[in-house]
């Protein structure tokens, strides 16, 4: 059974920092691209950053310069560092897998494994 857990997240202050966990278990982690998405209140959940299997990465033009994804393919975890939060960064924040599609184009439509969230909330 496959299973992506979420973990790190929490109320902080603008400026702060975060650094959010996924922890796969069930697959074959190297041979997935992973991605973070996250959803705000009333809003449809978005892409935010990708990495593939070949630790190529990428962001969301919102959070280029402050978030860093990476992942430890020896312990089956994908990371977000995510720096300078701002009150918009405020969502719960998926993790999730796919064993086809490009990290470059990566949305949440048809992706093979969700996670089931960490709450993100940035205070002003």
């Known amino acids: 059974q496959v299973q992506l857990v979420e973990s790190g997240g929490g109320l902080v202050q603008a400026g702060d920092s975060l650094r959010l966990s996924c922890a796969a278990s069930?697959?074959?982690?190297?041979?997935?691209?992973m991605g973070w998405f996250r959803q705000a209140p009333g809003r449809e959940r978005e892409f935010v950053a990708s990495?593939?299997?070949?630790?190529?990465?990428y962001y969301a033009d919102s959070v280029k310069g402050r978030f860093t994804i990476s992942r430890d393919n020896a312990k089956n975890t994908m990371y977000l560092q995510m720096n300078k939060l701002k009150p918009e960064d405020t969502a719960v924040y998926y993790c999730?897998?796919?064993?086809?599609?490009?990290?470059?184009?990566?949305?949440?439509?048809?992706?093979?494994?969700w996670g089931k969230g960490t709450l993100v909330t940035v205070s002003s």
């Open positions: 999730a897998a796919d064993r086809l599609k490009s990290a470059q184009a990566m949305d949440p439509a048809g992706m093979d494994y």
């Open positions: 990495i593939s299997r070949s630790i190529g990465r």
């Open positions: 069930g697959l074959p982690f190297s041979l997935y691209t």
